[in-house]
C-alpha cells in the first residue's frame, strides 16, 4: 500500500448520552442494541458534529458505524449527511456483550468481580471479555487498512461506536500493554479522540485518554499522543 493513501485523520467518536447511562435498569426491558439516545445526547452529537465539519475542512468522510441504535443515532445526529462519501455499518465496533435481557444486581455483582479479575481479562456472562472485543477489532483494522489501499479513498474517516471499543481500537493501534489499558477511563458521551497521520505517516493521538488507575506508561506508550 502506498503511503500516501492513508487518511490524514481518523476519527473515534463514542456515541452521546444513552437511556442507560442515566438508568442502567433499562436493560432489564430492552436489548443493549436498541438503547436510543438521550434528548441531551443528540445534543451532545451535534455539537460534536460542528467542531468536526471543521475538523475535517468540509472534505469527503468514510464513516463506520456501530449497528447499536445509540450510535446510528449518533452518527445521524452529527449533521454531517453532505460530506460522507461512504457509510458502512460495521458489527465489529459493537459495544462489549455483557448479556442478553440483563438481571441489574447480577452485573453490578459481575462488574465487583471484573475488577478484582481485571477488565481485559473477565468475561461476563453471556457475555464477552475485553479481550474478546479486542479480537474482532483486530479483524476490523484488517478491513480499513484494505479500504485505504483505494486510490480515491478520503482523506477523513470517522468511527462511531463506544468508549470501550475505543480504547481497544487504540490499543491494538499503538500496542499498548493490557496494565495500560485497565488504567485508562473511557471517553465522555460524544467525546473524540483523533489519530493524525504525522509526517513520516505514523500516527499520534490528538491527547491521551485520562487513567482512573496509577500506571506509568512506558515511552512507547507516550509516543502515541502529540
Not at 50 to 67: D, I
Request: with cysteine.
Amino acid at each position: 500500500m502506498g503511503l500516501s493513501h492513508r487518511p490524514l485523520r481518523i476519527v473515534l467518536v463514542r456515541h452521546g448520552e444513552s437511556e442507560a447511562n442515566l438508568d442502567k435498569t433499562i436493560y432489564e426491558r430492552i436489548p443493549d442494541h436498541a438503547v436510543p439516545l438521550t434528548p441531551h445526547g443528540h445534543e451532545q452529537a451535534a455539537e460534536t458534529g460542528k467542531g468536526l465539519r471543521e475538523l475535517f475542512e468540509n472534505e469527503p468522510v468514510r464513516v463506520y458505524v456501530s449497528p447499536y441504535l445509540r450510535a446510528r443515532q449518533t452518527l445521524d445526529s452529527l449533521g454531517l449527511d453532505d460530506l460522507i462519501s461512504s457509510q458502512q455499518e460495521e458489527p465489529r465496533l459493537r459495544e462489549q456483550d455483557w448479556a442478553n435481557l440483563q438481571d441489574t444486581a447480577d452485573i453490578e455483582q459481575q462488574e465487583q468481580l471484573r475488577n478484582a479479575f481485571g477488565h481485559f481479562f473477565y468475561r461476563f456472562t453471556h457475555g464477552e471479555s475485553g479481550a474478546d472485543v479486542y479480537d474482532r477489532v483486530s479483524t476490523f483494522l484488517e478491513t480499513i487498512h484494505r479500504d485505504f489501499e483505494v486510490a480515491d479513498a478520503p482523506r477523513n474517516v470517522l468511527l462511531v461506536s463506544h468508549g470501550l471499543t475505543m480504547r481497544l481500537f487504540c490499543m491494538r493501534w499503538f500496542h499498548w500493554s493490557v496494565p495500560f489499558l485497565e488504567s485508562l477511563r473511557n471517553p465522555a458521551n460524544a467525546e473524540t479522540r483523533v489519530l493524525l497521520r504525522q509526517t513520516d505517516f505514523r500516527y499520534k493521538l490528538d491527547r491521551p485518554f485520562e487513567q482512573w488507575t496509577p500506571y506509568e506508561p512506558t515511552e512507547r506508550e507516550r509516543s502515541a499522543w502529540l
